[in-house]
């Protein structure tokens, strides 16, 4: 129940995060921003990771996050990249199936899912694709928008996967930081390589800074869940969030929620009282 309960939480804080994303993705290029998103995210984690302490931390937990930063990084570029050139009914469905991943991932440890897992996941996939549908949109750039998408449904899976070992050995938040010191290393090396620069992003520097926030709030949540019963089942409450983000936009924006979306909705949360059953 802790591990739903978590990536309920997670939820909340991704569907907020790429609900603020929409606004400053436009002012400036994916890499910049991504750079100050992650920043902003580590110099909150580090008073938490010195209160928790990195007594823990052994070379495989340091192994486990710096992977998981790698991952972090391609995922996070893929995520921006999607909705940057993608309209959201397209980019949210295949973003949101990490869970697949996720389970995936377990089965190969040795946690075999079983059919109440796989009907959660059809569930809360089924109503992502629901609520995210935007008939009449046409997309040029559509099978780019797919293939970025795609790239970051399956490295945060893998994120997911790797932070929640990291975790299990060194704690929540030291796992979280080394991942996410790689990722903002791993992406300014390459604005360094493409000699790109952070002037045009530093406008947005107080909107970055509450979406670095709520992506450690988010990120956080579903590495905490592996030192939990069933931390899969993190990963896949927090599918649900382009479910919130679509409700925040028709809420806050004035943007019309179809019946059919609705129905998604309620379809999701079907999926994720599921989980819930068998906790």
């Not at 947005?204 to 579903?222: F, K, N, P, T």
């Given at each position: 129940m802790i591990s739903l309960f978590l990536g309920l939480a997670a939820a909340l804080g991704w569907g907020l995060h790429d609900f603020l994303v929409r606004f400053v993705s436009q002012k400036a290029e994916t890499g910049p921003l991504l750079a100050l998103a992650l920043g902003s995210g580590a110099i909150l984690l580090l008073p938490l990771t010195i209160w928790e302490g990195w007594g823990a931390v052994t070379p495989q937990a340091v192994a486990l996050a710096t992977a998981a930063g790698a991952a972090l990084a391609l995922a996070s570029v893929g995520l921006y990249r999607a909705f940057m050139i993608g309209p959201v009914g397209l980019v949210a469905p295949i973003c949101g199936a990490f869970p697949l991943g996720a389970l995936a991932l377990a089965w190969a440890e040795g946690r075999v899912p079983g059919a109440r897992e796989w009907l959660a996941v059809a569930l809360i996939l089924g109503g992502i694709a629901l609520v995210a549908r935007q008939p009449g949109t046409a997309q040029p750039a559509r099978g780019s928008a797919i293939l970025w998408a795609a790239l970051a449904a399956a490295c945060f899976a893998l994120t997911f996967h790797l932070s929640q070992g990291a975790a299990r050995?060194?704690?929540?938040?030291?796992?979280?930081?080394?991942?996410?010191?790689?990722?903002?290393?791993?992406?300014?090396?390459?604005?360094?390589?493409?000699?790109?620069?952070?002037?045009?992003?530093?406008?947005?520097?107080?909107?970055?800074?509450?979406?670095?926030?709520?992506?450690?709030?988010?990120?956080?949540?579903?590495?905490?869940?592996?030192?939990?019963?069933?931390?899969?089942?993190?990963?896949?409450?927090?599918?649900?969030?382009?479910?919130?983000?679509?409700?925040?936009?028709?809420?806050?924006?004035?943007?019309?929620?179809?019946?059919?979306?609705?129905?998604?909705?309620?379809?999701?949360?079907?999926?994720?009282?599921?989980?819930?059953?068998?906790s």
């Open positions: 050995i060194a704690g929540t938040f030291p796992a979280t930081l080394l991942a996410r010191l790689t990722a903002l290393v791993l992406v300014l090396a390459a604005l360094a390589l493409r000699r790109d620069s952070l002037r045009p992003a530093l406008r947005q520097w107080r909107w970055m800074g509450l979406i670095g926030a709520l992506d450690v709030i988010a990120i956080g949540c579903v590495t905490a869940a592996g030192r939990q019963m069933h931390p899969e089942y993190a990963a896949i409450a927090a599918s649900s969030f382009g479910v919130v983000t679509i409700l925040l936009a028709w809420r806050f924006l004035a943007e019309r929620l179809r019946p059919l979306q609705a129905a998604g909705a309620a379809l999701a949360f079907a999926g994720i009282t599921t989980l819930a059953a068998g």
